[in-house]
């Protein structure tokens, strides 16, 4: 399983960005597959984001996103993505997608939503929101 994140550049604050991540294997379907965005700042551990499930039945944010971040899948393409408004400076990080499945993929979305339970990582991409 290969997963490609893009949409990465430097945008000025309370601007938007979309993040894609492209996933591709052998039988790999979206739809059996929890994909989670998670990002990790200089110095900080990584932490997760969003996540979903499926094929959209569920979705998850972190506190600090909530109302500013929509997670979206498109399973035709294989791509999930993560549309970000209103960025802060502390939105600044590296974003990485990951998968976790093909079983249980709503509890990956859930109680399960940490990085140390998705196996498949991409490489990331950079996210920097200063004026």
């Known amino acids: 399983l290969q997963l490609v994140e893009s949409g990465g550049r430097q945008v000025q604050p309370g601007g938007s960005l979309r993040l894609s991540c492209a996933a591709s294997?052998?039988?790999?379907?979206?739809?059996?597959?929890?994909i989670g965005w998670f990002r990790q700042a200089p110095g900080k551990e990584r932490e997760a984001v969003s996540c979903?499930?499926?094929?959209?039945?569920?979705?998850n944010y972190v506190d600090s996103v909530k109302g500013r971040f929509t997670i979206s899948g498109d399973s035709a393409k294989n791509t999930v993505y993560l549309q970000m408004n209103s960025l802060k400076p502390e939105d600044t990080a590296v974003y990485y997608c990951?998968?976790?499945?093909?079983?249980?993929?709503?509890?990956?979305?859930?109680?399960?939503?940490?990085?140390?339970?998705?196996?498949?990582w991409g490489r990331g991409t950079q996210v920097i929101v200063s004026s």
């Open positions: 990951a998968a976790a499945g093909p079983l249980l993929a709503t509890y990956y979305c859930s109680t399960l939503f940490s990085p140390g339970n998705y196996a498949s």
């Open positions: 979903i499930s499926g094929s959209g039945s569920r979705t």
């Open positions: 294997g052998s039988g790999f379907s979206l739809a059996n597959y929890a």
